[in-house]
C-alpha cells in the first residue's frame, strides 16, 4: 500500500520529484524540481536530499557536492552559468563557511567504483541492475540485456521527459518490430534518447524503444554495442565499460 520502486510524485504547488520510493517516501536516487526553475539530481533520503547531488538554480548557477537535510553541507563546489569556479571548499546549512585546495568536486550520479568506466551493480530483488543518468535528468535503475536490440524504457518515463522538456517531437523516428524471447512479434515507437549517463561513459543519440508501463527498463544494444566490451565483476559488484 506504499509508494516502493521508481515513481512520480507531483505537489499542489508544482514542485515535482521523479525517482525512487521507499516505504512511501522519497529513497534513493532522484530528481527535484520546482516552480522557480531550479533543479537537484542526486541522492535523497527520508524526503530530502542528502549525499552527493547537483543543484542547478534558475539564473543557471550550479551546486556540485554533498547535502544533509535538504541543504548544502559537506564538501562542495558552486560554479556559474558558464562553468566558472565561484567557491569550493566546506558548507554548512547552506552556507560557504571555508575554502580549502581540494580539487572541485564532481557529480557522483550514478556512483563510481574502480576503475575508470567502472560502476557500481545494484541488487533488486535477485538481479544486478545499474544506475542510469537518463538525458541528464531522471536517474533510474536498468537491467543490462545484451539480447535486447535496442534501450527499452516504458511509456511513462517517456512521458515524463517529454513534460519536462528532453524530448521533442523531431527525437520520435518512427516504429519497429521486435522479437520477444518466446518468439512473439511486438510493435513499438522508437526515439532517439539525447544522452545516456552510466558511471563516467556518455553516450548521445541512442536509439530507445517505448514499452507499456509496467515494461521494464532495459539495456540494450543500441547502447552496449558502442562500446569495446561490457563486463561484469561480480567479485567487486561492478559492471565495467570499456
Request: a negative charge; zero cysteines; hydrophobic letters at 40%.
Given at each position: 500500500g506504499k509508494q516502493n520502486g521508481q515513481g512520480t510524485y507531483t505537489s499542489a504547488n508544482?514542485?515535482?520529484?521523479?525517482?525512487?520510493?521507499q516505504d512511501g517516501n522519497f529513497n534513493g536516487q532522484g530528481t527535484f524540481t520546482w516552480p522557480s526553475g531550479a533543479r537537484y539530481v542526486g541522492e535523497v533520503r527520508d524526503g530530502k536530499q542528502n549525499g552527493q547531488g547537483t543543484l542547478t538554480l534558475a539564473n543557471g548557477n550550479k551546486y556540485v557536492g554533498e547535502f544533509r537535510d535538504g541543504k548544502q553541507n559537506g564538501q562542495g563546489t558552486s560554479y556559474n552559468r558558464d562553468g566558472v569556479v565561484i567557491r569550493n571548499g566546506i558548507w554548512q546549512n547552506g552556507e560557504f563557511i571555508a575554502a580549502n585546495t581540494r580539487p572541485p568536486s564532481v557529480p557522483l550520479i550514478p556512483r563510481i567504483a574502480g576503475a575508470?568506466?567502472?560502476?557500481?551493480?545494484v541488487k533488486e530483488g535477485g538481479t544486478f541492475k545499474v544506475p542510469v543518468l537518463i538525458n541528464g535528468i531522471i536517474p533510474l535503475h536498468f537491467t543490462v540485456d545484451s539480447g535486447a536490440a535496442d534501450v527499452s524504457i516504458p511509456?511513462?518515463?517517456v512521458m515524463t521527459l517529454a513534460r519536462m522538456g528532453t524530448?521533442?517531437?523531431?527525437?520520435?523516428?518512427?516504429?519497429q518490430t521486435y522479437i520477444l524471447a518466446d518468439g512473439s512479434k511486438v510493435k513499438s515507437n522508437t526515439f532517439r534518447i539525447r544522452q545516456l549517463k552510466v558511471g563516467e561513459r556518455v553516450i548521445e543519440n541512442v536509439l530507445g524503444s517505448i514499452s507499456d508501463v509496467n515494461g521494464s527498463l532495459l539495456l540494450g544494444q543500441s547502447f552496449l554495442s558502442r562500446f569495446k566490451s561490457v563486463k561484469f565483476d561480480y567479485s567487486q559488484g561492478l559492471l565495467v565499460l570499456e
Open positions: 508544482g514542485s515535482k520529484y521523479v525517482g525512487e520510493f575508470p568506466g567502472s560502476v557500481l551493480l511509456a511513462d518515463v524530448i521533442t517531437d523531431s527525437d520520435f523516428v518512427g516504429e
